[in-house]
Every structure is written in C-alpha cells, then in structure tokens.
C-alpha cells in the first residue's frame, strides 16, 4: 500500500554532472507530474508523462532537462550539466486517470532535495 | 498568465479559533481547486477538492468555499489545534487542451497555531 516514491530524497552535485531523479508512482497509477519548488517558491509545473509518452512538457527547460516514464520501472528526471541554479527540491505525483476530479487527484512524493555544490 | 495568490505568506492564530487562508486567482477558468498542507522537508498532502459549480465543501473540520465570480476560495480550519500548523497551498486545475493535467500552485500560506 505504498504511496509515490521518489529516491534519492538527497542528492548532492557538482556543476557539470548529471542529476537523476527517480519517481515509482503509486501502484496501479498511469499518469505522472515533475514539480520544482525552488526555495521561497511555490510548486511550478514541469513535465508530464503517461507510460511512454511525453503528454505536456511546457513547463520543463528545453536543455539540459529531460523526463520518461517507460513501461516498466520508474519514471526518471535527468538533469545534465547542473549549475547551481537547478539546486531545488523536485517532487514526483501520480493521478490514476483524468476521467474524473476523484481519480485524477494528483498524489504527491516526499521529493528529491538536490543540492549543486 | 494566469496568477494566484494566497492572502497572506504567515497567518498565527490561537487553539480553538477558526483559520481562514484565502486565494485569489487571475485570468484562469479552472475546472476544480484543490487545498493541500504541506510539513518541512515533505511532498504535499491532498485535503479537499471542490468543483466550481460547487459552493461550498467540507471534511471534517475543515472547509472549503469556491466564488468563481470573485474568482476567489476560502479555506477554514475549525477549532484549530497545534498539530494543523504547516503551510497550505491553493492548487488549480488546467482547463483547456494539454495543460488539462497539470495543477498550478500559489505560493501558499504558513500556519502557526499557538497553544
């Protein structure tokens, strides 16, 4: 009976390498969000995916960012070459489908800290 | 673009009194508003939603009102408890095309309630 997963809840980077973000969205759930929450901010919409689809990606920086949802495992938010403006806490939801209010609330995970040294 | 607003960043009240959290949006028709709590160092927890053909919802000591008119709700917690202290966020529905699935937040309001 496990709610989203994000892991690791801590990531710590250089500038110039790669961040990887992993997102295990509550079982039986098909539809998963990225969110950034930058400090002193509020939640902004990054990207989000159906199984193998990219759905909406508008909110998501067109470099260095990228996100999948494959058919088996984790969906996965790559950052490449982090500088330290990326250094924020990423939060993962998932919503089972968008059919009704009730099924498509969006259930949210504990959030990946990442930090750019 | 669209906008929302919460009332006020801090709002401290005593045990037993009612909160009242407000958001405000701009240039938005969104199909439903949802009110979530967020802790330190946690992903935030969904609490209510209400439709906007809807006036009013409530869930145990909490209520929810939604004036698409003021394009404005109003969030109560009733008999407030120390426990209810964390920050609340107005989160919107996207209404039209691809955007139906993303939910856009304010900036959310902190809660202190004080013994």
């Known amino acids: 009976n496990a709610g989203v997963m994000q892991n690791p809840r801590h990531l710590v980077r250089r500038r110039g390498q790669e961040a990887r973000l992993r997102c295990s969205p509550v079982?039986?759930?098909?539809?998963v969000y990225w969110y950034r929450q930058l400090p002193e901010e509020g939640l902004k919409f990054m990207v989000y995916l159906q199984k193998e689809n990219i759905i909406d990606e508008s909110g998501m920086p067109k470099e260095r960012f990228s996100a999948e949802f494959p058919k088996e495992g984790p969906s996965i938010l790559r950052i490449q070459q982090v500088v330290r403006g990326d250094s924020a806490a990423y939060f993962c939801?998932?919503?089972?489908?968008?059919?009704?209010?009730?099924?498509?609330?969006?259930?949210f995970g504990p959030g990946t800290r990442l930090t750019v040294l | 673009s669209q906008k929302i607003e919460q009332n006020s960043e801090a709002l401290n009240i005593q045990e037993g009194k009612t909160a009242t959290l407000t958001c405000n949006y701009t240039?938005?028709?969104?199909?439903?508003l949802q009110w979530y709590r967020q802790d330190p160092g946690r992903g935030p927890v969904f609490l209510l939603l209400i439709r906007e053909n809807e006036k009013e919802k409530r869930k145990e000591r909490l209520k929810v009102t939604f004036d698409t008119t003021l394009k404005q709700s109003l969030f109560h917690i009733t008999a407030s408890q120390p426990a209810d202290s964390a920050t609340y966020l107005c989160a919107l529905k996207g209404d039209r095309g691809s955007t139906l699935g993303r939910l856009y937040f304010g900036r959310g309001t902190q809660l202190t309630v004080w013994p």
């Open positions: 079982k039986g759930h098909s539809h």
């Open positions: 939801a998932s919503s089972l489908t968008l059919r009704t209010e009730a099924t498509d609330t969006q259930y």
């Open positions: 240039n938005y028709s969104p199909a439903y």
